[in-house]
């Protein structure tokens, strides 16, 4: 198994009912080029394709922002601004920022400054230093769990697991503490750095998922 395309991170919200039926060839196929040696023997176009770094179904000469732009999602020009609200300068769009982001902001502020938050409601793109890219809670909605019929989520209360924040992340220690409305606060040992909302949070045990949920 390579642990490096591990996609349990993108399967976690699946039920029984979709993974008893659920087929993965390459599952027993440790690294990718034995995956690319089998599509040559077969003659496949896509032998030689290099792997996607944004959205992979989008082709080389296409980012993920001309791809919203051409269909009519086109973001307004807002404020950069500090954790205070100072207005530091002027970013010519939200789509084109993502938590943790120090490059291509297009202008300089004298030191490293990092993505730490992206409003929609307020256009706004807040920038910090790196420190302030790292925390310890991550709080998550719409979380499923695989449970005993006989268990509901009030039973995690405390539970250790393991935790991903995104998909190439390692899973890190971390303690569970479900809230109202379903929500779970998941408390870290160690600082998480990049935490971005509307991405998923997963918990696994060993190699076992437990479920996961979506990122406050």
């Avoid at 695989?146 to 992340?169: C, F, M, N, W």
């Amino acid at each position: 198994e390579n642990k490096k395309k591990d996609q349990t991170y993108m399967l976690y919200r699946l039920g029984q009912e979709v993974l008893s039926r659920l087929l993965l060839p390459l599952s027993r196929i440790g690294e990718k080029e034995a995956a690319r040696d089998l599509a040559r023997q077969a003659a496949l176009d896509n032998a030689e394709q290099k792997d996607s770094q944004e959205i992979c179904f989008l082709p080389e000469d296409q980012d993920y922002v001309r791809f919203l732009e051409a269909r009519g999602f086109r973001a307004s020009p807002g404020s950069f601004v500090d954790a205070s609200g100072q207005v530091l300068g002027v970013h010519p769009g939200i789509t084109r920022f993502t938590i943790g982001q120090r490059k291509g902001l297009g202008q300089t502020f004298g030191k490293p400054m990092y993505v730490t938050k992206v409003d929609h409601k307020k256009n706004t793109v807040t920038l910090g230093d790196d420190e302030s890219l790292w925390s310890r809670i991550v709080c998550s909605r719409e979380n499923v769990f695989v449970l005993p019929a006989d268990q509901d989520d009030r039973t995690l209360e405390g539970v250790a697991v393991e935790a991903k924040i995104r998909s190439t992340a390692p899973a890190a220690p971390a303690t569970l503490h479900p809230g109202p409305d379903g929500r779970v606060e998941t408390r870290f040992v160690a600082p998480q750095r990049a935490v971005t909302p509307g991405q998923s949070i997963v918990f696994y045990r060993g190699d076992v998922v437990l479920g996961g949920g979506i990122i406050e």
